[in-house]
């Protein structure tokens, strides 16, 4: 069984306006999306901004409360579990944020960041703590000699190393990696990869690793699951995905791309216009006014995911 | 490329100093480098490369003091620093005009698109409000904005991003500049969208035959964008190559580093390795600038020499220069 199991998430923000607050209207951030995560295996979620992707991460970890669906983690029901019970998987179901610099404390010192989760959930001495959390920083890079510094003391990539260790204090079986990397530049990118990939294999991690460039995630996932308003368009191995695209929005995604070889000259699929509001989504195939090969059908009848040979799948009613 | 050897911008020992409480920052240290007409340079680096404020330093877009600018910057043969404020607000939109990352913050959120493009046109052309106005419309046409006249008077937070960075494209063309300044054009944009943007640029540029600066730190923009490349660490220029030459024959260690860290789709594929090569380290701080070359802490192939002395240039071809010792031995 899969380690991690989205069946049909759904996440629709209520739009409220004027003095009683009535609800005028959804946004439908994430619109019935179905996946798995198997164990020691990276899952790219890529898509681009305002796709629902982060919505995602989010929803499974319930720090925003889905509308609907399911989600199972080590054969637990996620969204069935109470405040404490939640608290315990998250032990297991870690997650690392897009942006080193908020998403750590500027009043606690490194070691207290990593070491609130241990003290949170397990019952250690200061120096099994003191330990456990000069461990984690040589793990990832960092030296333990700093662990009384501050997050302000740190360069961008070293604080996203924080975060790292801080996801792995309570030795998780999976990370949500929600645009790791996005905000480095790029020679500190690679280092930030070359770390996770590292970590991945020595510790047996799942990933679920949500960005929105693509050569990122073609290089760290086993599978890609491709996303646009709402819903996950197409899902395939990386190879499969990148080597032979179906849907017409993950070719126009890729061919977007640039390739940093100035020989190859691609052909580029131009897509019109922009990503419609998720407030008002299209009927039928959310992809249909801006795809070249729509049907009738297409603005009819929403296409769901078929498996089209070898774990495959494409939301699509073309081809 | 035509009228190849007519450099139309020339930089010549630009330092752009920033006077702090902290000390002096030598954000732009150094740097020379030609513009040629027609042509799109690539200046790549990371953040803190000084390649923006090279930029900023071209138009004096910095408050001085606490900056100072120094050197020769040639436009057209003449010193853009030996304008005065005047004079070179003259240049600024007219025959040299910029393009920022964030089109949120640069544009004026309580003016209409359209007023914002025609104060540019009124400024440097003389027409009057209404010409202004029908050309303000057009350059949005141009730039394949939908109905344009109604665009026209809308305020920028109506738009999307990669509409008002339409938008500002559309200023900065207006006046029909000779050098357009792109300073990562398409950074905050999606995929899709900025391949839509950087179509525009192209066909813009054969439009106006206007010569680009395009600042950026995505390699895969340079490969497709760029015919000449200027690479940037820490304030100063250390690679200029054709772009060929850069991509097949990185001469200096952060250039090949730089194109070593890189994922590219069906890299690993190719390669067979998931792990990618690192550049070990980070930037140095500017108010502490490693003696010698400034990039020997993180050089994997570093010598006794590069820690004690600055490595000169060596030209090795026409617009082929690296600066290193290990090319200079």
């Known amino acids: 069984m899969a380690l991690l199991e989205v069946r049909n998430l759904k996440k629709h923000f209520p739009i409220k306006k004027g003095v009683l607050s009535s609800t005028i209207g959804h946004v439908k951030a994430v619109d019935g999306v179905s996946f798995t995560l198997e164990r020691r295996e990276t899952l790219g979620l890529v898509g681009e901004s305002g796709c629902g992707k982060t919505t995602v991460g989010r929803s499974v970890l319930r720090l925003i409360e889905p509308t609907s669906g399911q989600v199972t983690f080590n054969e637990q029901d996620l969204l069935g579990l109470d405040r404490e019970e939640l608290r315990r998987v998250r032990a297991s179901l870690q997650i690392i944020f897009q942006d080193p610099f908020s998403s750590l404390d500027p009043r606690m010192s490194v070691g207290k960041i990593i070491a609130e989760p241990i003290r949170n959930h397990l019952k250690v001495s200061r120096a099994e703590i003191r330990d456990r959390v000069a461990y984690l920083m040589e793990k990832v890079g960092l030296h333990p000699e700093q662990i009384s510094r501050y997050p302000h003391e740190f360069s961008g990539g070293q604080r996203q190393r924080i975060g790292i260790a801080r996801a792995l204090a309570l030795n998780p079986m999976a990370i949500i990696c929600d645009e790791p990397v996005s905000a480095l530049d790029v020679s500190i990118q690679a280092q930030v990869i070359n770390l996770l990939i590292q970590l991945q294999e020595e510790m047996n991690l799942s990933y679920l690793f949500i960005a929105h460039d693509l050569s990122v995630v073609e290089h760290i996932s086993n599978r890609v699951a491709v996303m646009y308003l709402g819903h996950i368009v197409e899902l395939a191995t990386d190879d499969e995905l990148y080597r032979n695209p179906l849907h017409p929005y993950t070719k126009a995604l890729l061919s977007a791309v640039p390739v940093p070889d100035p020989d190859v000259r691609k052909q580029r699929i131009i897509l019109e216009g922009d990503v419609p509001s998720p407030l008002n989504p299209p009927p039928g195939c959310v992809f249909h006014n801006r795809c070249a090969f729509r049907k009738k059908m297409c603005m009819e009848e929403k296409p769901s995911l078929k498996d089209v040979g070898g774990g495959h799948l494409v939301a699509c009613h073309g081809g | ?329």
């Open chain 2, 1 to 329: 490329m035509k009228d190849e050897d007519k450099p139309l911008l020339t930089i010549r020992g630009l330092h752009t100093l920033f006077h702090t409480l902290d000390g002096t920052v030598n954000a732009v240290d150094g740097v020379d480098l030609d513009v040629y007409l027609g042509e799109t340079l690539g200046l790549v680096g990371e953040s803190g490369c000084g390649k923006s404020v090279t930029a900023l330093s071209i138009l004096q877009l910095l408050r001085c003091p606490p900056a100072e600018i120094q050197g020769r910057i040639l436009f057209k043969g003449i010193n853009l620093l030996d304008l005065g404020r005047e004079g070179i607000r003259k240049v600024r939109g007219n025959s040299i005009s910029m393009i920022f990352q964030e089109p949120m913050t640069s544009l004026n959120p309580v003016l209409t698109i359209g007023e914002q493009i025609a104060e540019a046109i009124v400024l440097h052309q003389g027409a009057d409000r209404r010409e202004a106005w029908e050309r303000a419309v057009e350059m949005l046409q141009m730039v394949q904005i939908p109905e344009p006249r109604a665009r026209a008077r809308d305020y920028p937070h109506k738009l999307s991003g990669g509409m008002r960075q339409r938008a500002m494209i559309a200023m900065a063309l207006s006046c029909h500049p000779q050098l357009l300044l792109a300073d990562e054009p398409s950074t905050a944009l999606d995929v899709t969208i900025q391949a839509q943007i950087m179509n525009l640029v192209v066909l813009l540029k054969k439009e106006f035959d206007t010569s680009i600066v395009l600042i950026t730190h995505n390699l895969g923009l340079i490969a497709e964008m760029a015919s000449r490349v200027v690479v940037m660490y820490a304030g100063k220029v250390v690679e200029e190559a054709p772009v060929q030459d850069l991509f097949k024959e990185p001469l200096h260690p952060y250039t090949q580093g730089l194109l070593g860290s890189i994922p590219w789709i069906g890299r690993k594929l190719k390669t067979g390795r998931r792990q990618l090569q690192e550049i070990p380290g980070v930037v140095p701080s500017p108010l502490e600038m490693p003696k010698g070359c400034r990039f020997h802490p993180r050089c994997p192939r570093v010598m006794d020499i590069c820690c004690e002395q600055e490595p000169p240039f060596v030209r090795l071809a026409e617009h082929r220069r690296v600066s290193c010792w290990l090319e200079a031995e």
